[in-house]
């Protein structure tokens, strides 16, 4: 089969279940058969794409482009595929976590009662359409259908235990927030095309500089860039798998696949991609702050993804797309690998604090091996996956002279190591709780998908070559001095920590002298600089919300007025009275005569 | 008589007719109004016939004698309907239709 057969397949396999299971109520409510049609769509949809992939890359060289019609605008308003390398590897990266994510759910939530798995797993596959649309549109248009449609399927996420107020507020926040940024997109999308006519990302334009700043911001939304960060973290409130796949593997890196695809129109803008450059270090040095001082697992996780998201974005900025794609795809693995790792200690404790957990190496040795493995490949320890793709951005942010985000992402280096020594020692170490104390190994269906994640997080950075080659770019990993500068702040970071929360203080972290760091984090960074990013969108919320009821609204209300009050004078007019009626016909006769004879 | 003086004495029946639908407040009245001024015009009809040539206007004063049978049953029906109603037939009161 060609390239684009299969890529329909994987993009239509999960819409199939998807519709299946939505319209079949008694089929949905069954719970675990649902699981399974949902599951193998997704198994269909990964051997679509390991079969483009494997068909070899001189199909995928020129990309294989099929669209149809779609408004009666023109042929602008095309939807469609576009396979070429970048969105074949992007492809395989989003089934493949999606399949390890609906695999391992199977276990997770096996607690939960059958309606609620169905409709776990309707949404499921619903997102794995939604992310294929994304991955693989052929122009912005599509991408935007797909960006949006992935954004309802993570407030359904976030929101599946609805009858919890804070889960049903944190994916209110979270569609509030990304719909906010998503106005961006838009503004972006209808400049572009007033300019061009059309919503082609290879468009040569004037105006490219403000649509990849409009466009720029609908990703600071999505990926949870400062100062629209704000939604990441609450989203924790879905189940951990989500987490695993939405908010950390696939769909907020969607904004980092966006930048990467629209690359040809952010190379005409130097100023954007100074702009991303900052706030994308600047987001990985804060965020990474944050991650130090959380006691909910989940949550360190959630700033670590932040953080990194803030890696890719900066070496976008850089103007060094590769650096950034690579990152994206080993990130997807190790943070998949470490949200399912770290579900699989809350799964086992039932809670997400730290302090619940501990001890538990001895309890869970392979969920904690895995989890092991999913922290040293993100601290960037060679030779595991993160340390080949952070070097590159490093390497990258050097090369084009941004210092200061080069600074911030070298310190983030150091506390992405340590938070998650911290992290792996508050959990995996030290003296076992008491909820600890009964904990053990989760089920085959939730070991295998740890497994597969766990390997990939120890090879995927070797493929860095093949990957530059399949997409177009050069790579070829040589020792740099920033580089190893980077992997040796990274072992720093992870000494000091084991000092800090290792065997040697029995778990229990030192307070000396740290406590106004952590106050200062806790308080100044997260809780005021959060809230002025709220208040910031709430002010712009309000001013759209004012122009909205005042000028659109006041126009229609005006026009409204018009004609009530006119019609009020002119009902005057109709008296009832049969012989006005008639007077008015007599005159109009004498008018009419007087008009034929004067004419 | 000539042409004129038929021509002129429907006019004057017309004009007659029209000052009593203006201003007659009797909904009968009105209706005997009505017949007035059709009959002015059939008394047109006639003379053109007369002094121009064919029966084409005699045939139509037929017809418009026929029509106003039925105008004056149709009209006559609302009077009565009017009547139960309000229990006068004074045209000027009956304003319902007033916007």
Known sequence: ?599 | MTLDAYVLIAGFMFCIGLYGVLTRRNAIGILVSVELMVNAANINLAAFAHFGRGIDGQVLVLFTTALTVAEVVVGLALVLLLFRRRKDILVDLANGLKG
């Open chain 1, 1 to 599: 089969m060609t390239p684009s057969t299969l890529a329909l397949l994987s993009l239509f396999v999960p819409l199939g279940a998807a519709v299946l299971l939505g319209l079949l109520g008694p089929l949905r409510r069954t719970g675990r058969p649902a699981a399974f049609v949902s599951v193998a769509g997704a198994l269909v949809a990964l051997a679509g794409a390991v079969a483009i992939l494997a068909g070899g890359d001189a199909a995928l060289k020129p990309g294989a482009h099929l669209v149809w019609g779609w408004l009666s605008a023109g042929p602008a308003t095309a939807v469609g595929i576009h396979v070429d390398g970048t969105s074949a590897w992007m492809l395989l990266v989003v089934t493949l976590v999606a399949t390890c994510v609906q695999i391992y759910s199977l276990g997770y939530l096996h607690d939960e009662p059958p309606a609620a798995l169905g409709r776990y797993f309707t949404y499921q596959s619903l997102f794995l359409f939604a992310m294929n649309t994304l991955v693989l549109a052929p122009n912005l248009l599509q991408a935007f259908l797909g960006w949006e449609l992935v954004g309802l399927v993570s407030y359904l996420l976030i929101g599946f235990y609805f009858r919890k107020p804070s889960a049903a507020k944190a994916a209110v926040k979270a569609f509030w927030v990304t719909k906010f940024a998503d106005l961006g997109f838009l503004i972006g999308l209808v400049t572009l095309y007033a300019k061009t006519g059309a919503f082609e990302w290879t468009a040569v334009t004037p105006v490219a500089g403000f649509v990849t700043l409009m466009l720029f911001f609908a990703v600071m939304g999505k990926s949870a860039q400062f100062p629209l960060h704000i939604w990441l973290p609450d989203a924790m409130e879905g189940p951990t798998p989500v987490s695993a796949l939405l908010h950390a593997a696939t769909m907020v890196a969607a904004g980092v696949f966006l930048i990467v695809r629209a690359e040809p129109l952010f190379a005409q803008a130097p100023m954007t991609r100074e702009i991303m450059a900052y706030v994308g270090g600047f987001t990985a040095l804060f965020a990474a702050c944050i991650a130090v001082v959380q006691t909910d697992i989940k949550k360190v996780l959630a700033y670590s993804t932040c953080s990194q998201l803030g890696y890719m974005v900066t070496a976008l900025g850089a103007g060094d797309t590769f650096a950034g794609y690579f990152h994206l795809s080993t990130h997807a693995f190790f943070k998949a690998l470490l949200f399912l790792g770290a579900g699989s200690l809350i799964h086992a404790v039932h809670s997400n604090e730290l302090k619940d957990m501990g001890g538990l190496f001895k309890k869970m040795p392979f969920s904690g091996a895995v989890f092991i493995i999913g922290a040293v490949a993100l601290a960037g320890v060679p030779p595991f996956a993160g340390f080949f793709s952070k070097d590159l951005i490093l390497e990258a942010v050097e090369h084009h002279h941004l210092y200061v985000p080069l600074a911030a992402l070298a310190i983030a280096a150091f506390l992405t190591a340590f938070y998650m020594t911290r992290t792996v020692m508050m959990a995996l170490f030290g003296a076992p709780s008491h909820a600890a104390e009964h904990a053990h190994e989760p089920g085959i269906d939730m070991k295998l998908p740890l497994g597969v994640l766990a390997l990939l997080a120890i090879v995927a950075g070797f493929g860095g070559s093949w990957l530059a080659g399949l997409t177009g770019h050069e790579y070829a990993f040589h020792f740099t001095l920033v580089g190893g500068a980077g992997t040796a702040i990274g072992l720093l970071g992870i000494a000091t920590g084991f000092w800090m929360f290792g065997p040697a203080q029995g778990g229990a972290p030192i307070k000396r002298g740290m406590a106004p760091v952590g106050v200062f984090i806790r308080y100044g960074l997260m809780d005021r600089l959060s809230t002025v990013a709220y208040g910031l969108m709430l002010a712009v919320g309000a001013i759209i919300a004012w122009i909205d009821r005042y000028v659109i609204d006041g126009v229609m209300n005006w026009s409204g007025w018009i004609l009530l009050v006119g019609g009020r004078r002119l009902r005057g007019l109709q008296t009832g009275n049969v012989q006005d009626y008639v007077y008015a016909v007599a005159l109009g006769i004498v008018v009419l005569g007087a008009w034929g004879i004067l004419r």
